[in-house]
Each structure stands twice: as structure tokens, then as C-alpha cells.
């Protein structure tokens, strides 16, 4: 699920971090660049782990930073394929349901990745699952659930215009840079509340 990952990154040391030493600096520039941040094909980056290589540093004329070239590895967060994990049901649609995990909520089970019995209820908004004629197991919000992972899925996100970073015209329905598609099929899967 975490892996650490080789990067090498040209970084700008700001001239005011110059009195602190370079190995602090640097790593603060690269987690403020890559923490939190999806690279695409690679995963959510959590943090920096070490700094394996520092170039010296270059000045550009008109710029009062220093350009660093670094090799550096950062922990970064990438389930596999087959993977089973554990979250809490966030919302439930007829279209399938959203599950959250503490630091990444962009996992969605669809309706044709759930038990083959299971069916939707528009008034309780939750999904049911019926494994016989007189039970019924029902997959309610903030219930804690057990999912396989079946697919990741990466999205190119361009950069905000100006209008959108002024607050102008949002765009509705924007897609995640990354997301998981799971699957809800086989025994031990669903509301951990059934299994226990």
C-alpha cells in the first residue's frame, strides 16, 4: 500500500532559508511541492523520506533563489490491484457507493462490482444485500466496509485559469486527479459488522 519511490527534481531554495542548512531547506521546498499531491501513474505522495543526492547549487540572473538539482525518495501511498482494504460508506447512489478512507476519499464501488443480490432503496439510501429470501444486510452510510481494489484511475487535471483561481466559474463535476474502483463480490466483503 506504501511504497517508497526514487525522484530527481530541479527545487528553488528560496534566499531567505539560505542561514538554514541545505538538507532542512530542501526537504521543506520538496514537501511543500509533493505532500498531499498525486503524481499521475504513481500515487498520493505523503512525504519526503530522505534525500539520496544534492547538486550544487545554480543562480539564474534576476532570481535571488538557488536551483538545487536533488534526487530524493518519498513515501507514496498506492494500493495494488487485488488489494483489500478497509473504510467507511460515505454516500450511497443508485449508481453504486462512495467509500472514504481517513486521508483519501475517492473510492467508488459501482452498482455492477457489488454482491449479485444487492439492490438499491431509494427511501433508506442504502444498498441491500439479500444473500437469501428472508435476510437482509443493509450497507448504510458511516458503516465501516470491506472492498477489493480493482482498478486505479489516473485523470490529467490542467492548472487554474484565472477565473477559476479568482473564484469565477467553477467548473460542476470536476473528476479526481486519482480515484479507486473496487468491488463489493466475494465473501468477507461488504459491512464488516456481517463477518464478525
Known amino acids: 500500500m506504501f511504497v517508497l519511490t526514487e525522484i530527481s527534481d530541479l527545487v528553488r531554495i528560496p534566499p531567505h532559508t539560505f ?6 531547506s530542501l526537504t521543506d521546498e520538496l514537501n511543500k511541492k509533493y505532500a498531499n499531491k498525486v503524481i499521475s501513474n504513481l500515487g498520493l505522495v505523503v512525504t519526503i523520506w530522505d534525500l539520496l543526492d544534492i547538486k550544487d547549487g545554480l543562480l539564474k540572473p534576476g532570481d535571488g533563489g538557488s536551483y538545487v538539482e536533488t534526487k530524493f525518495r518519498c513515501v507514496v501511498w498506492k494500493p495494488f490491484v ?27 464501488i459501482p452498482k455492477n462490482y457489488l454482491f449479485e443480490s444487492c439492490e438499491f432503496k431509494p427511501v433508506e439510501k442504502a444498498w441491500v444485500w439479500k444473500p437469501d429470501e428472508d435476510t437482509e444486510l443493509f450497507i448504510d452510510i458511516n458503516e465501516k466496509i ?10 490529467n487535471i490542467k492548472p487554474k485559469s484565472s477565473n477559476e483561481a479568482a473564484g469565477l466559474e467553477e467548473p460542476t ?9 473496487a468491488s463489493c463480490q466475494t465473501d ?5 459488522s456481517w463477518w464478525e
Not at 146 to 155: D, I, L, N, Q, S
Not at 173 to 179: G, H, I, L, T, V
Not at 188 to 192: F, I, L, Q, S, V
Request: hydrophobic share 40%.
Open 173 to 181: 463535476n470536476k473528476a479526481p486527479p486519482y480515484a479507486i474502483l
Open 19 to 24: 542561514h538554514i542548512p541545505i538538507q532542512h
Open 146 to 155: 470491506r472492498f477489493r481494489v480493482e482498478e486505479e484511475v489516473f485523470m
Open 188 to 192: 468477507g466483503m461488504g459491512c464488516t
Open 82 to 108: 487485488g488489494e483489500v482494504l478497509s473504510g467507511w460508506v460515505s454516500d450511497c447512489t443508485p449508481e453504486g457507493i462512495k467509500v472514504r478512507l481517513e486521508f483519501f476519499d475517492e473510492i467508488f
